[in-house]
């Protein structure tokens, strides 16, 4: 308690500097997003080389995917549970993380000689990833035309400082790359172009997101929405709607069909992962639906360790955030502080498709949860993009002044203290 009391003064300390200082005059909107950026890099580059090896959710798992791809120079069959003695239970994925990271595998083993080096080597992959993600929130927010600061610092703050999400993007994880593929669809789909350019990078990007998880497949359902949602408004054709949908599914399913053959042809199933799991055994629907739902809810704010032992209470600071976003948007508040939406070029079917990506998405995961009690929250990076803009939107209305700074010091002494705390705690 005092050392996370210690941790949270200097934290606080530094939002109090940082919000008198711009109380009067906003600083530039590129300082602010460079403070997150920089935070976020350091944060990160912390746990790469201060987190014990294999001291992360399931990495000695996917590092062995990877070693027996090296070694056997083929892909690895699943033949055990989770909880078993081998710890190999991430063998039924799909390979492409582990394809693309088999180079780094080799030139550790070859120049260090040592599995500690040779995870750090592969952290820092999942740390360029997220640094692609903070080049394609910025892309897509342009091509929705958000122009609020406060948006703009919160979202960006959100993908740069989110505790769980500088956590797992600093450890071997194959969900660092789908967050990343994640947020280059929803680029694409912000585009709204319906060339034949933009159809087959959007299958290519879908197919090798399938490659990587095929949880990627809750994007599906946007892409026929936003096609079919043109033809209706007219924007473009039936016929170029239609084409769109074909080229998209055409060239993402000649990319995944082959290794759901070769799933169904080794497993007798297309989803094998269900296969290393023993279903728990709830006391009642709502008593399992309720633990998963929390599960998730604090697995994706704030969480560290080899099983996400380091959490509270870190995961109520995030929790009480959504509460207030909630409470910002009740009437009373709303009447003085409007949120306007003329500022923003988001189209009402573009609202939708993501609100269907983020619903298919959360009742996958808390199927999961419920089925096996593994859903957590690193399972949502993939739309965190539409998840945070939807906190800043909630958040708009209150009566705060400096909002953009505050939003920066916010996530700056939540993501700084959360590291601090766990290095701390780690082993």
Not at 219 to 242: C, E, H, N, Y
Request: with cysteine.
């Amino acid at each position: 308690m005092l050392t996370a009391a210690l941790f949270a003064l200097g934290a606080g300390l530094f939002w109090f500097v940082l919000f008198q200082r711009h109380r009067n005059q906003a600083p530039e909107p590129r300082t602010l997003l460079t403070i997150l950026f920089v935070t976020g890099l350091l944060c990160r580059l912390s746990f790469v080389f201060l987190t014990p090896t294999f001291y992360a959710p399931d990495e000695e798992s996917h590092y062995k995917y990877i070693q027996h791809l090296v070694e056997q120079r083929s892909f690895p069959i699943q033949t055990s549970k989770l909880g078993e003695y081998t710890n190999d239970f991430e063998y039924n994925q799909p390979p492409l993380y582990y394809l693309l990271l088999t180079p780094l595998f080799w030139l550790g083993h070859a120049v260090f000689g040592e599995v500690s080096a040779t995870v750090i080597l592969l952290r820092l992959v999942s740390v360029l990833f997220w640094g692609a993600n903070v080049w394609l929130v910025k892309i897509w927010l342009r091509r929705l035309e958000i122009n609020n600061p406060f948006v703009w610092t919160f979202v960006m703050g959100m993908v740069c400082l989110l505790p769980t999400y500088v956590f797992v993007s600093s450890v071997v994880n194959n969900d660092n790359l789908l967050t990343t593929l994640g947020g280059a669809l929803l680029c694409l789909l912000a585009r709204r172009e319906a060339s034949l350019k933009n159809s087959l990078t959007t299958g290519l990007v879908l197919g090798l997101a399938l490659l990587t998880k095929q949880s990627a497949g809750i994007f599906v359902p946007a892409i026929v929405l936003l096609a079919l949602g043109d033809g209706l408004q007219k924007r473009t054709s039936w016929a170029t709607a239609i084409t769109r949908i074909a080229i998209v599914g055409s060239v993402s399913a000649m990319l995944f069909l082959p290794r759901a053959f070769w799933n169904f042809k080794t497993y007798g199933s297309l989803t094998p992962e269900f296969l290393i799991l023993s279903p728990i055994p709830w006391p009642s629907f709502l008593h399992g639906i309720a633990a998963a739902a929390h599960n998730i809810l604090k697995t994706f704010w704030a969480v560290a360790g080899i099983t996400n032992n380091i959490a509270y209470p870190f995961p109520l600071v995030g929790m009480a955030l959504m509460g207030l976003c909630l409470l910002a948007q009740q009437e009373g508040i709303r009447a003085h502080s409007p949120t306007d939406h003329s500022k923003s070029g988001i189209s009402s079917i573009m609202v939708w498709a993501l609100a269907l990506t983020v619903i298919i998405n959360i009742g996958l995961v808390l199927r999961f949860g419920y089925i096996s009690g593994m859903g957590q929250g690193r399972h949502l990076f993939p739309v965190v993009f539409p998840l945070a803009l939807a906190l800043a939107s909630g958040l708009r209305p209150l009566p705060i002044k400096s909002p953009a700074v505050q939003a920066v010091g916010f996530w700056v002494a939540y993501a700084v203290v959360f590291t601090a705390f766990s290095l701390k705690r780690f082993p």
